[in-house]
């Protein structure tokens, strides 16, 4: 579809949430096709996981987004999905790739919400990527589980914040979950809150820095638990890391069961935003040094700081392994 002025920021560039929303809405059709293939109970396949996300590219208005999906690989209860997306800009017929992302989905029955169905397996053309897709999905597996672990962490607000502190920039949204937000089964579409994610991290950065900022790369984001219609939630986003040209903000939705729902407000979605600050020529600018006041701030920087060099060290490996 063609990108319109309510998809971008003021500089022209297309929001980051926009982008993902689209990812997991051809992620969605093409699991939720895959896992009705066969005669059995109706399903609706539910985000899982994002794999870490790279913006190769950005994305201005008046550019056609092409959106381009594959199931590579099936477990009994999982499907991983590989989206691609491509930029068209009409007027001279240039085409380059924007981003790459690997999804997961589980199938949920249209009669059960809480029961997981099997998945339909697919034919591999040889037996080495049914072998790396098992790999994946067990890698995954364990990550999710490391990251639901360490979520008992929130964000309290900070009185009179010193600039470049990570109170200074912090910010929160307030969403009430609408019908229009939802899957048939009543919970919230993936994108929806990839969205909401991305608007907060652009807010936490831009205050940050001053200047016209853009993702440059999410890093997994884990779908603990399914966000109900009628839920309050709380999307948090807070500066981790500042390298000289790129900001780390992590972003966590916190859900309070609104209507008709006893339980105590719980973490729902967690991950990773990078961005990174651009000129009025789309050129990248030096990020000013995060502030790092307490221990914890301190030990999430140190985390972060670790996440981008490691980073930094595939993306230079894999330019070596192209050169060759």
């Known amino acids: 579809r063609i990108m319109r002025p309510d998809d971008a920021n003021i500089a022209g ?42 913006f190769l590219s950005p994305m201005c208005i008046g550019e056609v987004a092409n959106v381009s999906a594959e199931i590579t690989y099936t477990s009994r209860h999982s499907v991983e999905v590989q989206v691609n997306v491509m930029s068209e800009n009409i007027l001279t017929g240039a085409k380059k790739v924007t981003n790459k992302a690997t999804l997961w989905y589980v199938p949920l029955s249209l009669k059960n919400v809480n029961k997981v169905l099997e998945v339909p397996p697919i ?14 999905y067990e ?84 779908f603990h638990e399914k966000i109900k219609k009628g839920c309050v939630i709380t999307v948090s986003g807070r500066m981790t890391f500042t390298s000289n040209k790129s900001m780390e903000i992590e972003v966590f939705v916190d859900a309070d069961p609104f209507v008709d729902e006893p339980r ?6 967690s991950a990773f935003f990078t961005y990174v600050s651009l000129s009025k020529e789309g050129k990248p600018l030096p990020v000013p040094q995060l502030l790092t006041e307490t221990e914890d701030e301190k030990r999430r920087f140190e985390e972060g700081k670790g996440r981008y060099l490691q980073t930094k060290a595939k993306r230079q490996a894999q330019m070596q392994q192209s050169a060759q």
């Open 13 to 54: 560039n297309v929001h980051g949430g926009t982008i993902l929303k689209m990812i997991e809405e051809a992620g969605a059709i093409i699991s939720t096709r895959h896992c009705n293939s066969q005669a059995g109970e109706p399903s609706v396949a539910a985000l899982a996981r994002v794999e870490r996300t790279d």
């Open 139 to 222: 890698e995954q597996k364990l990550d999710r589980l490391e990251t639901k672990q360490r979520n008992g962490d929130v964000i309290l607000p900070v009185i009179n914040p010193e600039p470049h502190t990570v109170g200074y920039s912090q910010s929160s949204l307030i969403h009430l979950v609408g019908p229009s937000d939802c899957t048939l089964l009543g919970f919230v579409h993936g994108g929806v809150t990839m969205k909401l994610m991305d608007e907060v991290a652009g807010i936490v950065a831009a205050r940050h820095c001053k200047t016209n900022i853009v993702t440059a790369s999410v890093d997994a984001i884990n």
């Open 264 to 269: 105590e407000r719980y973490r729902a979605v």
């Open 123 to 136: 034919q591999y053309a040889r037996k080495e990527q049914e072998d790396e897709g098992k790999k994946r």
